[in-house]
């Protein structure tokens, strides 16, 4: 191994066990990292300043391809697609959730099912996983876990198995678009692929999954959730749907811009307009609606994560640049001998499992190369990789209280409100359910692309 | 001042929940210690034995994730739950003695906060849990690094300054030294001192 080689992967492993131990910042470490990446490796190793400018990647703001991409390209370095599209939909949902948009749709859809138990449970876990499609998670958990906890102790009911599925299902929910999860928006901007072809490819797989997730964990929680009294419910004791609205002029210019970005978002492959600039516009748009809110929109967006992936982008560019991630590639395709459907399961299966336990967005980003690299030695199909490494890391993280930023934020909303998950409580249903739902996608895979 | 608030910070064995309890008494303003846990479980629903369980504990690091201030670490949301329900009763205008719970820190934005730190010498610290909880020497002392290794990690990971480190607190007294009683006297004089000042 080269210097640089050790270097960049000293650097590697160093940021993931500061990211685990959780003493600094998640975002000071990728910067430190990626700092010490363009030093050390590309500057003192490698010399190469070349290498420096590739992963900075500032020149593709002027690429025309950046903003309007009528073929396929993949990007190198500093993926400013992803962060440009996060930071508009991030912008976006503030906007709804100023306008009490979230709450409102939950205490809506608890109405519509009189706000029966059984009927919020499955009615939630489908709007989780539908709104976890085209916006983040966090956000999604934050709101419905609020109101699960609000309904519950209105209708006597332990909010804990509504939370805990409602988090499988944003999980879930998020693979199936490729703006439902971060692992999908840089897998997908990375390799060039579209709204449409996630939707039609990890999108069926989440629906059928998503199918047979609401019938087991309705049957492992239904002792817990219809072991209430039964009693009549007067409805009159709950806040009604429209109070949740704080402004009605900002609710419905918030609804129409969440649908106008679900709207670019479905049509991007025909209109050409890449995620960067749909991110730009959304943004734009929000910002000016709001008008004199759009500086308290702006000050909420969590520049944390932004500064987060581009410290990632660069320390991930320092593995590939110095060739570790072909290494690993090459380790792959040398174990599965050539055996797609070996391949395929190791890159389902590892990516779920390390997702897991450590935070998908840097093992996707760091598996992106690789996948790229084996599919080029290997003569697979990159998407059957893709779809493989994007189940796997997104479903994956449904398996323990941290796998995910959503059921992170789901069992820390349930704990503040006295009811504690831990780890036991947490794994003893979602674990099977993550293992059912991989085995579908194992399926899947293997019987659509093989 | 008419509101004042007594933090005590204590090594294990130096008596300083004791010392707290009667600086409570001599006041005659509540101590929140065990009464934390009491008062915060019947405001979340949770039992006072599931809080003791993860009270003043550090959490596991390997099992634990943050994100966006968020945490899915029980002993965290517990925590956060001690820290919110302090800050309360402080803004509340209410005096009070707690023991504890990075109160030195937590609560340093109250002007009325008085923050004491109770240490002692390790001889008389083992002498004191032997007597107490009727241990062994050996095992007094192993206790005691025990528990003070807990609250030094659970300190340190909660603030920005050092557990036990003088510079975080207005007075730090060592128990031995006078003993226990004397102790109490000494902070008593300087509590009223403190609130006849301002």
Sequence with gaps: ??????????????????????????????????????????????????????????????????????????????????????????????????????????????????????????????????????????????????????????????????????????????????????????????????????????????????????????????????????????????????????????????????????????????????????????????????????????????????????????????????????????????????????????????????????????????????????????GVPISTLAWALAMGTDIGGSATPIGASANVVGTSVAQKNGYPIGWGRYCKRLAPATVIVLGISTVYLFVRYL | MSQFIISVGREFGSGGRHIAEELAKRFNIPLYDRHLITEIAAKTGLTPEEIEKYNEKPKNHLLSRRVNGFSNSIEDNIAEMQFNFLREKAASGESFVVVGRCSETKLRDFKCLISLFILGDMSEKIKRVMNVYELSEDKAKALIDKKDRKRKRYHNYHCEGHWGDSRLYDLSINSSRLGIDRTIDTLEQYVKSRITEE
């Excluded at chain 1, 690429?63 to 991030?90: D, H, L, P």
């Excluded at chain 1, 970005?261 to 600039?277: D, G, I, K, P, R």
């Design chain 1, 1 to 378: 191994m080269s210097a640089a080689q050790i270097f960049a992967v000293i650097i590697f492993v160093g940021m993931f066990i500061m990211i685990v131990l959780d003493k600094i910042e998640r975002h000071y470490v990728t910067l430190g990292s990626g700092l010490l990446t363009l030093v050390v490796v590309f500057g003192i190793c490698m010399r190469s300043g070349t290498a420096i400018m590739d992963t900075l990647a500032l020149k593709d703001f002027a690429t025309k391809e950046f903003w309007y991409q009528v073929t396929e390209s993949e990007s190198k370095g500093i993926n400013w697609a992803t962060i440009i599209f996060i930071a508009g939909m991030m912008v976006m949902v503030e906007g709804m959730a100023k306008a009490g948009f979230f709450r409102w749709l939950c205490m809506k859809i608890a109405y519509l099912v009189k706000c029966k138990t059984v009927p919020i449970f499955i009615t939630f876990m489908i709007m989780s996983a539908v709104l976890s499609m085209f916006i983040d998670s966090i956000t999604v958990i934050m709101f419905l876990a609020a109101v699960t906890i609000e309904l519950a102790s209105l209708l006597k009911f332990n909010p804990v198995p509504m939370i805990l599925s409602e988090i499988f299902c944003a999980n879930l929910g998020g693979s199936a678009t490729m703006c439902g999860d971060p692992p999908n928006i840089i897998i997908g901007t990375s390799l060039g692929f579209s709204f449409f072809d996630f939707l039609t490819n990890t999108g069926l797989c989440a629906a059928i999954s998503l199918a047979v997730s609401v019938i087991f964990l309705y049957f492992a929680f239904r002792k817990e959730i219809t072991g209430g009294k039964g009693e009549a419910v007067d409805m009159s004791k709950f806040p009604k749907p429209s109070e949740a609205i704080t402004n009605k002029r900002d609710f419905i210019i918030s609804s129409i811009i969440f649908g106008l970005a679900v709207l670019l978002l479905v049509t991007h492959a025909t209109t050409h307009l890449t995620v960067a600039t749909i991110g730009l516009f959304i943004a734009a748009v929000t910002l000016i609606a709001f008008g004199k809110h759009a500086r308290e929109l702006i000050k909420k967006v969590d520049y944390k994560t932004l500064l987060f992936f581009i410290g990632l982008f660069v320390v991930v560019s320092g593995l590939e640049e110095t060739g570790i991630l072909k290494k690993i590639a090459d380790f792959i395709g040398n174990i599965s001998d050539g055996n797609v459907m070996l391949m395929i399961a190791i890159i389902l299966w590892v990516s779920a499992i390390a997702s897991a336990f450590v935070d998908n967005i840097p093992f996707a980003a760091t598996m992106v190369p690789i996948i790229q690299s084996l599919a080029e030695s290997s």
